[in-house]
């Protein structure tokens, strides 16, 4: 097998820097060039450890003549193995203190912390759903608030805002966990996972076809400060999958990335994992996660000054999966001193998944902008802080995750559309009742959906809203003046997404009418196949009925004779 039918995703393992050099030595050379006095311990091949044997074993069968001679698919199984033990020891290099000086841990400030006092929620009901939500209310028995004089149920105020006249929001119900002091009247009372304090849920009307629950999980101080305590640990090198597939080496550096940023991952998915459980919309049937915005409020640095940062601090915030507000930043006046970014996957894989925002900043200087959030009654700034964030992002991250349940019945639709043509020829009565089910599901969801989200983004109520604007950070348009270059204008977020969810709603109902008329040709297709299969057994079984009967008679005369 020549160089070129090698596995594209390890060049390096046939050849390296140096030429005919194996990647141990290459990783040698250049470890020793940047550390000349890292001699101590032995690299891979060159011990009497146990993989050392083994890979002297795998270098053989990859480099010899007889390994050249042997299936590529074995050839690309020894270079899976011989990758593995290379990251492994590539770690126990690091351990013993190879590497460079970005491979160091973070140098994070001891009194620099990080507390997340609040976490969001939303997933989307449309018509097809709609009585999931009522069997969730009464289930979950969210609906005593008429017994105590609070006004109308939730059934109500559900059927209100699907007939366009209920109101802008409304409170579905507050679950505390027992023996806290959080909550108000119409608290009910429920097992919530211990980093969380309680849960508050509001239903969204969007038009009059669908619903969003939107949850908000105060944090209980423990819960608050689970990822700062895994941001201040001492992370060591270990071995992290990449890919799924592929086996890598990590130094402290990444060790930390990953821990830190999987800690943040952890809340928002025990908190994903409540709302499934208690409450599946759209994105829970899908088996999709949903739209998720948490609340991260720092001690030490400060984002909104809008300086540009050294490389340290930067690694810092990465740690956290904070990355994309570093050349641009989206701020709003309702909310000063405090950046909306969203999660970059390329740079925090340990997020899973790209629907995460973060609303962040400096717990000082945001507290220093004169924000009314005293009457809250909550001893805590912290929590206080995150109910009067919460009373003003309320429906922004609904019409963040919008977007993103949009895109989700695209998807949907797409695969549905795909599926029709590997349908085609092949529908028998249980094809028949399953495409009656989707063109049912279609019709409900893509009949107002158009209507729903142009009156939705229609409102004039700004209330719980705030408006976000894009826009250069200071330093670079300083940057981009002391250069000649001209710097483009602020973008307001909110119109755009208003101006996108609404072509991509008319898009589905483009969809819906054109998968309407393929859908219904594949089914009088294959409905005259069917028919056709049925002629000819109908043939095949009068002739052989024939044959029988001439049977019968045949072996009746042969008796009268």
């Known amino acids: 097998m020549s160089d070129s039918d090698m596995p594209e995703a390890f060049p390096d393992f046939v050849s390296g820097p140096t030429g005919d050099a194996t ?7 250049s470890d020793q060039a940047e550390n000349p006095s890292n001699t101590v311990f032995k690299y891979i091949g060159h011990g009497h450890r146990w993989y050392d044997p083994v890979y002297i074993v795998l270098q053989f069968f990859q480099y010899s003549r007889l390994g050249r001679r042997l299936p590529t698919g074995w050839r690309r199984r020894f270079y899976y193995m011989s990758n593995y033990l290379v990251q492994f020891n590539a770690v126990q290099r690091m351990r013993a203190g190879g590497g460079s000086k970005l491979d160091g841990p973070l140098n994070l400030p001891e009194d ?52 366009g006249q209920g109101r802008a929001w409304w409170r579905i119900t507050d679950i505390a966990q027992p023996r806290n002091g959080h909550g108000g009247a119409n608290d009910g009372r429920g097992k919530l996972p211990r980093e969380f304090s309680a849960v508050e849920l509001k239903g969204v009307p969007i038009g009059e076809g669908i619903t969003a629950v939107i949850a908000f999980f105060p944090l209980s101080k423990s819960g608050s400060a689970i990822v700062d305590e895994v941001w201040h640990d001492a992370h060591e090198p270990a071995l992290a999958r990449s890919n799924d597939r592929l086996v890598v080496a990590e130094d402290k550096r990444w060790v930390a990335f990953r821990q830190t940023q999987a800690a943040r991952a952890k809340l928002h998915g025990l908190a994903r994992t409540w709302l499934q459980s208690r409450c599946p919309g759209a994105f829970a049937q899908s088996q999709e996660e949903q739209p ?52 970059n996957p390329e740079f925090t894989p340990a997020l899973q998944g790209g629907r995460t925002w973060a609303l962040w900043g400096n717990r000082d200087s945001t507290m220093a902008k004169n924000l009314d959030f005293k009457h809250y009654g909550i001893s805590d700034q912290s929590s206080a802080l995150a109910h009067y964030v919460d009373d003003r992002m309320g429906d922004l991250v609904v019409r963040l995750g919008l977007s993103e349940f949009l895109d989700l019945l695209k998807a949907e639709s797409a695969l549905m559309r795909d599926g029709a043509r590997t349908q085609h020829g092949k529908f028998g009565r249980k094809d028949l009742e399953r495409l009656r089910r989707r063109f049912l599901t279609a019709s409900l969801d893509f009949s107002s959906i158009e209507l729903d989200v142009r009156q939705y983004n229609s409102r004039r109520w700004r209330d719980r809203e705030a408006l976000f604007v894009l826009d250069y950070t200071p330093w670079m348009r300083r940057s981009d003046e002391e250069a000649g270059c001209k710097t483009p204008k602020p973008v307001q977020v909110n119109k755009v997404l208003r101006k996108r969810q609404n072509k991509a709603a008319r898009d589905l109902v483009v969809f819906d009418r054109s998968y309407r008329e393929i859908l219904s040709t594949v089914a009088s297709i294959g409905a005259s196949i069917d028919a056709f299969k049925i002629q000819r057994y109908a043939v095949w079984i009068a002739v052989s009925s024939a044959i029988l009967a001439l049977v019968s008679l045949l072996v009746s005369l042969s008796r009268s004779f």
């Not at 990647?23 to 050379?29: A, G, H, K, T």
């Not at 449309?126 to 608030?145: E, Q, T």
């Open 112 to 163: 620099e912390h990080v507390t997340i006092p609040g976490i969001w929620v939303v997933d989307y009901f449309p018509p097809s759903l709609i009585d999931d939500l009522d069997k969730a209310i009464r289930h979950n028995h969210w609906d005593f608030r008429p017994h105590i004089g609070m006004g109308e149920s939730n059934k109500e105020e559900l059927t209100s805002s699907r007939r």
């Open 292 to 343: 998720v915005m948490d609340f991260l409020l720092l001690d030490q640095f400060d984002p909104f000054v809008g300086e540009n940062v050294d490389r340290e601090t930067e690694d810092c915030m990465r740690a956290l999966g904070l990355t994309e507000s570093k050349m641009t930043w989206q701020t709003s006046l309702e909310l000063p001193g405090l950046l909306l970014e969203r999660s």
């Open 23 to 29: 990647p141990d030595e290459d990783i040698r050379r």
